[in-house]
């Protein structure tokens, strides 16, 4: 994938507040965002919520913001395409983490119903993309959910909820707002994503200043998906994972993409400054390692994509242990086994 147009410029739940979805007939904004400086009972605090709500206004403020979304459509259409493999249509969904709709413009109205989009900064929800499902704008932590259990058909995220500092309790509010036999389809940055521009910069910092810092924000291994799923209550799980490879001129082209994406990190331990020398030294490590034939710098994302459904008894369950009739030892001799007349037919 190469960068499109522009490729040479230079990157406890609190559930006192409830959004009734009843209630929403038109589109509007709605806040359930924490209030800025208060103080959570949050077991975890790996990332600034409120810096992280900064970077992302600042980029949807951008005069040319489509100009930084061909990685974040991407993966919104691939999220769409696994919506579309359900065969049933989905009354009330929410997109949480939206961002400017990159999942709701790959939809039609005749699989949702009505769309709630939910996200931490107010730019990218006044500056969301056309789509032709009614839509509700919800401005709201990920992290606290302001709706009632048992509300949503369907819940889709996309490139969001690895800037959560609680994923688990994240799973547990997606768990909690969706009716029985309701889905979650979502997509988060592996643990690969950017391990040329992170090798990179790792490898420069200790050349030129005698240690590292971390400059790419912590992501969840793949491993842990399914478990950190289980345990928030979903079943019939699906996790699969995938890499976009996209070329750029150089790292500083690189980091200006991930600024204009909303991407920059926002770790409470990073580094806030790295010296000139660092960076030249470090972008020279990056071309001298990965740089492809023609020229270009190589940076590849990895993306986790998961499915897990709520339990519902209308579901199809794993019979009990013991049951079976037939042995794994036994299914070489299964033509034994079988009935004469089901031989013949």
Known sequence: MVRPAGLWRLCWRPWAARVSAEHAGRREVTSGVSPRGSTSLRPLNIFDRDLKRKQKNWAARQPEPTKFDYLKEEVGSRIADRVYDIPRAFPLALDLGCGRGYIAQYLNKETIGKFFQVDIAENALKNSLETEIPTVSVLADEEFLPFRENTFDLVVSSLSLHWVNDLPRALEQIHYILKPDGVFIGAMFGGDTLYELRCSLQLAETEREGGFSPHISP????????????????????????????????????????????????????????????????????????????????ATYQIYYMIGWKYHESQARPAERGSATVSFGELGKINNLMPQEKKSQ
Request: contains cysteine.
């Open 219 to 298: 992501f969840t291994a793949v491993n842990d998906l399914g478990h950190l799923l289980g345990r928030a209550g979903f079943n019939t799980l699906t996790v699969d994972t995938d890499e976009i490879q996209v070329n750029y001129p150089g790292m500083f082209e690189l980091m200006e993409d991930l600024q204009g994406m909303g991407e920059s990190n926002c770790s409470w331990n990073r580094k806030a400054l790295l010296h000139r020398d660092t960076m030249l030294a470090a972008a020279a490590v990056y071309r001298e390692m990965y740089r492809n034939e023609d020229g270009s710098v190589p």
